[in-house]
Each structure stands twice: as C-alpha cells, then as structure tokens.
C-alpha cells in the first residue's frame, strides 16, 4: 500500500467565494486512519483554515456526517484505506445549505424533530415510587428506533428532501414511531395528525436509501412504511367507527 | 423552544440537478421502480383489449393477435414483461418493511412475508399458464 | 459586531447537567426564562458516549448507607460525606424520573427496570440501557427539554467569558460560530454545565470538546477550582484511538489477562480469580487501582506489545455470543469496527486511558461556587461526591441530581435578584476587541495550535500520568507556563468571522491550558498517594496533613495558588480501602 493518498476537499467561504470549489491535500495513509484523522491532519499541519464539525470519533454523536465520493457517511468510521489509491473526494451533506466549507446548515432539522413532539406524552403521569412496567418485547418494539444519532446522513441520502425542503425527513418521522411504539407513551393520536399530511409521512417515496445510509441501523424507511399502515388503518376505522366511539 | 439567531448567515445553496437520479445505482434503481407501474399499466391495457376483442369474435381477436405481432408492439411488450417482473419482485422485497409482525417477541424475518408472496405468485402464474395453454 | 439578550438564568453546556437543570427551573419555576448555550447542538454533548450504566439502589436488599459507603471508599475517603448522602438519596429518584420521561431502561423478564453490577459496588445497582446508557439519557433529556417553550437554546455559541459585576456573576459573552457574532446575555445566574477536560491528556476517552472551558470560565473569574489532581484512567480503552470499552464488559464477567493469559489481578490485593464476577473483587475493583495495576504489569515486562505500546488483553469469549449481543452490543460494534475484532472470539486489546476529571469548579452540596451567581454541576463540578476516584456508574446520577440541584438553587437565586450591573455591556465589547486584537486581527504569530497542543499533551501524559513524582510535576509546571508564554504568539491561518473552527480551537487551548497548570500544582504540592493520585516519592496515604481537599485559586499574575479545605466526615471515619474480600 502506498503511504500517501490525495483528498479532494470542498472549500467555501461566503466571506469572499461565490460558491463552493474544491482544493486537493495529500496526507499520509495509515491502515488505522479514517477520513476525520485525515481531515485533522489537513488542519493541524496543511490548512488552519478547514472548518468541519466533529467530535466523539467514536460514531455516536453524530457530528461529522459528510459526502465521502458521493455518498454520506460518518467520517469518523470511515477507513481511508477503503479509498486506496485515492482520491477520493469529501464534500458537505447534501441537500442542506452550505455554511462553510464542510458545515451545513442544519437548524431545519431541529425545528422538524420539535414537530414530531418527541417526547412522553400522557393524560396522567405515574408519581415517582412507580415504575411503568415494560417487558423485554416492549422494549424490542422501539428499541430500533431510538439509536438515532441525529447524524442527518439520511437526509443527504433522500431525494424527496432535496427536492422538497417541506418533507419532515426520515430522522423526524422515525423518532415520532419510536414513541408511537412506546407502551409508556398516548400521544400517537396527536402525532398522527401531525404527520400524516403531505410534507409529513406521506411525502416519502419509499426510495429506501435513508436505511441503507444509516450508521446505526435505524431503518427509518421501514418506520416510516409502517407509520404509513398505521395511519391508513385509522383512516379506515374512522370511516367506520365515527370520533368517540373508541 | 426557539433558537433566536436573527442575523441569517449566507448559506449556499446547491441547486439540485434535474439528473439527480442518475448519479447514483440507488436512485436509478428507485426511478427504474417507480417508471414500472407505466409499464404494468400498458399491460393492463393489453389485457382489457385482450378481452374487449375476445369478445368480439374471432374475427376482431386474430386482428389483435396480429397487432401484437407487430414488431414495435412486441418489443414494448418484452420490455413490459421484464418491467413487471421487476415490479413485482421489488414489491414483494420491500412489503415485509412496512409490516412489523412479531412473535414471542422476535421481528419475522423478512422472507416470512415475502416468501408467501413469492409462492402464491408463482402457484397462480402456473395455475393461469395451464389453463389458458391446455387448450 | 454585538448584539445583547438577556434571560433569567444561562446554562453553559447542554449535556445531561445542563439539560436537567434546564427542566428543573422551568419546572420549579414555569416564569423563569431559561438559556441553553451550548459550542455544539446539544446531543452532540459528550454525554451521548457514556456507556456502562447509572447506579441508584434498587433492589430490595440494597441500603443507602451500602451505597454510600461504596462511594467514600471508592473515593479514598475524599469524598464531601453530606453530599454523597444527598446524592445516593436522590439517584434513585432521578433515574425513575428518566424512566417516566421515556429512557429505555434494560428491562427484567417481568417489566421491572434491570441492575448490573458494576466496579466498586459491593450490591448491583447499576441501572442500564442496553450499554448506551449515556446516548439513552441525553436523548431523553433533550427531547423532553423540547417541551418547555421557557427555555431558549444558543446552539454553536462559544462562551468565552462570564460577565461579572457587583461581585456577582450576570451573564455570559459568547461567540456565534455561524457568524462571528459576539452575543452578550445577561443573566441572574449563570450554571456552568460544560464537562471535563480530557483532551488535556494525549491519550483520552473524551470528545475533541473536552477541553474544560468552564473550569477555566469559573478560574479567571476568581471562583476557586478543587481536587485538580485526580485525573481517573478508564483501565480499558482501546488502542491509538482510545475509545472506550465500557466497565459494563467487566461486570458482564470479562476477565482481564496480561501476556501469558494470567487473570494478573489477583497480585494486587484485588482478591481471588473466580470464574464468575465478585463484586468488588478482580476486576470489579475500583478504577485506579485496575489502572495502577498495568502500571506495574507493564514494569514487570508481563504486558503485550502491540503495535501501538503496551497494552493487556480484555476476554469476553466465555461470555457467549448471545449475553454480548444483548448486553453489549456496541463493545462488539467498536471493537470490530475499529480493531478488526470480534469479542466472541477473540480477545481485545486495551490499556488505561484518561477518562474521567474528580476534579473542578469548587461547588457546595447545592451546585453553588463562592461567586455569587455562579454555580455548576456534572462533571465540571467537583462537589465533592467523588473524592479521589470515582466509582463506575456514578457520574449519570451525577449530572442528573446536582444537574437539578443547581438548577432548583440558581432559579431561587435568580428570582431574589432584582437590578443588574451597569457595567455588563462594556465588558461585553472590551471582550470582542480581545477577541479582535488577540486573535483576528493579528499578523504574525509563529506557534501553530496543533503543536502547542501536542506538546501540553506530551507533558501532561509523562508528567502528570497514572504514577507521578515531585520533580516531574515541577518540570511540568515550568513548562506549562513558557507553553502559556507562548500561546501569545498563536498562529491563526484562519482569520475570517464565518464557522472560525481555528479559532475555538485556539480559545479551547488556552482554557486547556489554564486548567493544565492548576492540575499540575495541584499534583506538584499533594505529597501522598490517595485515589488515583499517585506519588512514587509518597506512595503513602498521609490522613493527617492530606486528608483535605486542594483549592486552586489564579493569582494577580497568572498563577495557580492553592489551599486546603476540609473534607465533610458525617458518619465514616477514614480506614483502609479494602476490595476483594
């Protein structure tokens, strides 16, 4: 293997560049680096300047998601040696604004997620000496859907965001089943109404490539799909039960 | 919660390209998918016409079977035929994702859902193939 | 550019302490207006990497007192007594709280919220989620935050320092990454919620963002930090990237084996190998006696040499692949991503790394600091429940009840006060000419971060490390000083408003820096081994003169000087640590 492998780098300042253009930086190839040692090489030793986000290197914050040849990835548990010889090419996560040069714009995100009211929502709340009980298939029935990150990769990935910035996004919609799923939880009635609009579950195309993106095996597509059976089933039933007699 | 951050920084854009489904396997397979239900749709077509001109006598049916020999028709109906059998299959891969059946606890494993699909796919095509070529 | 809000109370960090004193005020207090300002999106906080778990009495048998008396032990009897009777009374509480709001807890065949064992604890009491107990509770916690439309959060905003007036703290001056834009926020009360400091060391567990802005935040602003010198090394962290490998492998039943496959613990007054867990016992001893151990391992040249130093062998294969995959599934997840290795089968290699900080902001049992209007909680905050070592599974509860605890008392202090200083815009704007002068606007600068970084990491590693000795400390504080000097000369390639990453990273060095010195003087003037500071030329525990806590204050120059403070004693006079028995 050779000892030095080329990046090409997107760079963009809105202090003095019109749009985003790439630099190319060579940097050593070490059988243990991923392609965030690469990027702290660049800054530490070729180009102070790099802006990029990271921070747990250890894929469980969620920081550091970026295009690595096209396809976006947690650049902390993605080898440089994967791309040898190189180059190989690091650009922003798609379809979100560009802030500078690896940074996006992620506010949009954070103001879907507040949307799918991610959070217990109950009539009654227990007092504190009781726990709600939840067996171990309870647990299992959610549990996929609470490893979200928040990395967004999925977002990058789905083409209905990128053509429509309204969609709520798999990572939103995903999160909102988790606590659908929840046994603790009553809220799903007031989700449902949330997200089973146009922008909302019903936007996805099931293009299935948010799951195959996905660093923690969330499979938003199939939290989705199966929002989607579940909204239509109370779409039926409230064709033949009217409101009230639940 | 609000994020009172007023002063907007000036973000670019990347305008998505109208070929945004050709850059990627994925994303030309996931259009290849949905283009398919035209396809199925002309096959539909087909069979209604099929049937409108069964029923009007032999005359009118072996004009369409010579419309259906036609050259052109029959390349748009091998290509269809292919397109439906792609339809088909990513259909039946992708409903057990939508369905989230469990027992004692453990998710059924994808093929339990497919698989019967597949089956019955197959029983009924052979099924119909032997009625309509016994004769 | 300037622009100034004003809120009752800022929170700095938005991590678990931060998070829960965020709900706590606006619980306590719905009136309050409540600020979040955090340098990253607040599930990015370092908390989100905890693994192992978080302990609070659960099962029937289990006492207070037991796991009181784990906790003083485990600290080497540093430990603010008053304060750990608080705490092991409200962890419980806490951790139902977290079940109420929605955290996955691991849960028993009949629905009950499952224990582990866990290092130190002589009963199993440590609450778990999966072994992403950390990444389950920010979750929870942020997205209960959500709801509060009280508070307001200051993502990607930097403080880079506490406005102070009338001798109190009211309010903080932050830089908006986004923008460049310097962001004055007035405040009753400032809580800082900002973690460790890790990143001081080469060789650490923590986040790029550990890099212990708020002790530095609280040390220029005259509050006092405390127990600087107990720095805990996690026994097990990987190889060259030194990522984590949870104590919870250890209590599922891990064995730790040095180079000819021998449980090597036992030599070391940890008890008898069995081959299931002991608590307590082997390796479910404390943390720094595990760590000291390789120490001498690797002395006695009975330690592997991998290609990236010396490192022991951490087996998991006698646990079977069904308990790792449901009990410890993201070990196996790391370990084959990032060693090629898979733990059901093969052994892992691993070595201690820098982990955790007993040491910080000097706060009393109710989150405050002797500055009015400031206070602090989690890991930034020393209390102190964790004297000099803390036990596995005690910084969770941590965060979540000195989290509230500051939160409940910031929000009474906050509602008490009534005008605010008149000379808090001025220092907002003589810092952003700082931040001009010093930093952006300056050409030349020869020093380039990264190598200053390095070399303070260097330092501290060699110097300030598992074994320590006076003259190597007093090495390291000269050092540190002409490495401070030095830092006037910082080279920025970077000099533009817009995301300047240089430039926190500049500013996150010389918080490092700060705090550097303050642990090496803390290390240089503690002349006995307690807890995981160790002198080999006082390898002794000297309650009479030691048995106190460090304070460091800055002086008029620049330097830390430090005191000593007595230790609370309610109910356990100090005696031998003793494991495995």
Known sequence: MANRITLEVTRYNPAHDDKPHFETYEVPLRKEWVVLDALNYIKDHLDGSLSFRWSCRMGVCGSCGMMVNGVPKLTCATFLSDYAPGPLRVEPMKNFPVLRDLVVDTSDFLVKLGKSKPWIIRKVEKPLDEEYFQTPEQLESYKQFSMCINCLLCYAACP???LDPLFSGPAAIALAQRYNLDSRDEGASDRMDILSQHDGIWGCTFVGECTEVCPKHVDPAGAIQQYKLTATMEWVKSLILPRGAE | ??????????????RVSTYWWLTRWPYLKFILREASSVFVAWIVIVTLLQIQALSRGPADYAEFQNWLRNPLVLLLNVVSFFFVVFHAVTWFNLAPKAMAIRLRGNRLPNLAISGPNYIAWVVISAAVAWILLRG | MLDISSHDIVLVGGGGAGLRAAIAISETNPQLSVAVVSKVYPMRSHTVAAEGGAAGIHLADDTLDEHAYDTISGGDWLCDQDAVEAFVKEAPLELMRLEHWGCPWSREPDGHVAVRPFGGMKKTRTWFAADKTGFHILHTLFQTSLKYDAVTRYDEYFVTRLLVDDGRVQGVVALELTTGKIQAITAKAVILCTGGCGRVFRFTT????CTGDGMALAYRAGAPLKDMEFVQYHPTGLPFTGILITEAARAEGGYLLNKDGYRYLQDYKLGTPEPQPVLRTMELGPRDRLSQAFVHELEKGRTVEGPYGAVVNLDLRHLGAKTINTKLPFVRELCLKYEHIDPITQLIPVRPVVHYMMGGVHT????????????????????SINGANRLGSNSLPELLVFGARAGHAAATYAAEQKSTGRHLLAQAVDEEARLQDQFLQKSGGREPIADLREEMQKIMEQCAGIYRS????????GKLHSLQERFQDIRLDDRGHLFNTELISALELSCMLDVAETMAESARQRTESRGAHQRTDYPERNDEKFLAHSVVYRDADGRPQVEYAPVTITRWPPAERVYGK
């Open chain 3, 364 to 383: 009393d049992i109710n989150g405050a600091t002797p500055l009015p209007g400031l206070y602090a909680a989690g890991e930034v905050a020393c209390v």
């Open chain 2, 1 to 14: 919660m609000i994020n009172p951050t007023e002063y907007l920084p000036k973000s670019y854009h990347t």
């Open chain 3, 206 to 209: 923590n986040a790029a963002i």
């Open chain 1, 160 to 162: 209905v965001y990128g």
């Open chain 3, 470 to 477: 006076g003259e190597a400390l007093a090495g390291a504080a």
